[in-house]
């Protein structure tokens, strides 16, 4: 299986900030890479596709980057709304994988 | 607008059977495109695929669930079911069905979520 490692796996940081997480695959997955927000109670929401393509209806704040091993997921300039766990997810390879998690909080 | 609800036991006795309904509202699985998904989530923890079921019927396992997972579809009732059998407390989980658009795997749309707690 590939494993998704998320870094850092919690994150505190204040309105307005710009806020990076790091998701890193253990072999190429090429950019099959997709994040999602879940905040408590709910079901993740899908933010980034293809790695980079943002989905419909997502604020233009977050972006998606990288290829091969290394993938970024950015928040321009922190929300209130934005807080929430962020995960990762992989479907070069059978079976689909998800990162750990990042916890996303305010200071 | 296509909406997932869950529906079932949300206690189940060790080594039996948990089975869970994912139902389709506001539109219909049998269109082209989408495979339909169980996915679960360990209290405080992350997400782990379990399976999904695509439009011609066929499905796909993860291999750590395989021996004990069953993903069937009704579609003429526009819904589909998770069995998952000789369960344990590392079972005990929230579990969540989505739709996954199948050209680009991401999931994107999914139900509320049921909890499922596995205990004597």
């Known amino acids: 299986d590939i494993q998704m490692t998320q870094s850092p796996s919690s994150l505190s940081a204040s309105i307005g900030d710009r806020v990076t997480i790091s998701c890193q695959a253990t072999?190429?997955?090429?950019?099959?890479l997709n994040w999602y927000q879940q905040k408590p109670g709910k079901p993740p929401k899908l933010l980034i596709h293809?790695?980079?393509n943002l989905e419909t209806g997502v604020p233009s704040r977050f972006s998606g980057g990288g290829s091969g091993t290394d993938f970024t997921l950015t928040i321009s300039s922190l929300q209130p709304e934005d807080i929430a766990t962020y995960f990762c997810?992989?479907?070069?390879?059978?079976?689909?994988?998800f990162g750990q998690g990042t916890r996303l909080e305010t200071k | 607008q296509l909406q997932l609800q869950e529906s079932g036991s949300g206690l189940v006795k060790p080594s039996e059977t948990l089975s869970l309904t994912c139902a389709v509202s506001?539109?219909?699985?049998?269109?082209?495109?989408?495979?339909w998904s169980w996915i679960r989530q360990p209290p405080g923890k992350g997400l782990e695929w379990i399976g999904y079921?695509?439009?011609?019927?066929?499905?796909s396992y993860n291999p750590s669930l395989q021996s004990r997972v069953t993903i069937s579809a009704d579609r003429s009732k526009n819904k589909f079911s998770l069995r998952l059998t000789s369960v344990t407390a590392a079972d005990t989980a929230v579990y969540f069905c989505?739709?996954?658009?199948?050209?680009?795997?991401?999931?994107?749309?999914w139900g509320q979520g049921t909890p499922v707690i596995v205990s004597s």
């Open positions: 997810q992989q479907f070069h390879n059978f079976p689909i994988t």
């Open positions: 079921i695509y439009h011609g019927g066929s499905t």
């Open positions: 506001g539109g219909s699985m049998n269109s082209g495109g989408y495979s």
């Open positions: 293809g790695a980079s």
């Open positions: 989505a739709r996954l658009f199948f050209s680009k795997f991401y999931f994107d749309l």
């Open positions: 072999e190429d997955i090429s950019n099959y």
